[in-house]
């Protein structure tokens, strides 16, 4: 895989890879499993493990179980992951995404990012080419917008831009954010 090169000097805070295990609450044994695989045993929230492997297990577990439980740990992630303070609405929380990341991930190397475009008030566009599967960026805004719902916004439409997609090798998923 061409991305681990560029991630393996990198790892993942446990409380976000918790997430993983949250959103698998009927394939736990499963999820314990794979971690183990990857020598991911125990997971404790309050160090860190290779991204490689994290990224190893996300793969194992698109395989196995697919990419509904994929998204769904996406929708795990912001109730277990650390998030700077002053992320109070859904703009905030997508214009603070990045600098989350960055908090869940410590080390030396390219990880890429989430890249938040602002357009209208009510519309943006995310740019990532970070080494996760779409699915499970996807799952993330998702939670973002139920966490930090918009006033008056009932619903969060989010169109995959045709221009490639990440997981056909594409080095980046762009989303555009209708709410
Ligand atoms: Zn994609």
Redesign the pocket.
């Known amino acids: 895989m061409a991305r681990s090169t560029r991630s393996d000097q990198v790892e993942v805070y446990g409380r976000s890879v918790q997430a993983l295990l949250n959103a698998m609450e009927f394939f736990e044994f499963k999820a314990h499993r794979v971690l183990a695989a990857h020598g991911i045993e125990p997971l404790e929230p309050e160090k860190w493990y290779p991204l490689p492997s994290v990224l190893d297990s996300f793969e194992d577990i698109l395989k196995q179980v697919g990419p509904h439980t994929t998204r769904a740990i996406g929708h795990a992630v912001p109730e277990n992951a650390v998030f700077p303070p002053g992320i109070h609405s859904f703009t905030s929380a997508l214009a603070g995404l990045d600098a989350a990341y960055r908090l869940n991930h410590r080390g030396t190397g390219d990880i890429g990012g989430y890249h938040y475009h602002p357009e209208t008030e009510r519309t943006a566009r995310m740019v990532?080419d970070n080494p996760y599967p779409?699915?499970f960026?996807?799952g993330l805004l998702e939670a973002l917008y139920k966490r930090f719902k918009p006033k008056g916004s009932i619903l969060l439409r989010i169109e995959?831009d045709g221009s490639?997609?990440?997981?056909?090798g594409?080095e980046a998923?762009t989303?555009q954010l209708k709410w």
């Open positions: 990532c779409c699915e960026d996807l995959h490639g997609c990440r997981s056909t594409a998923c989303y």
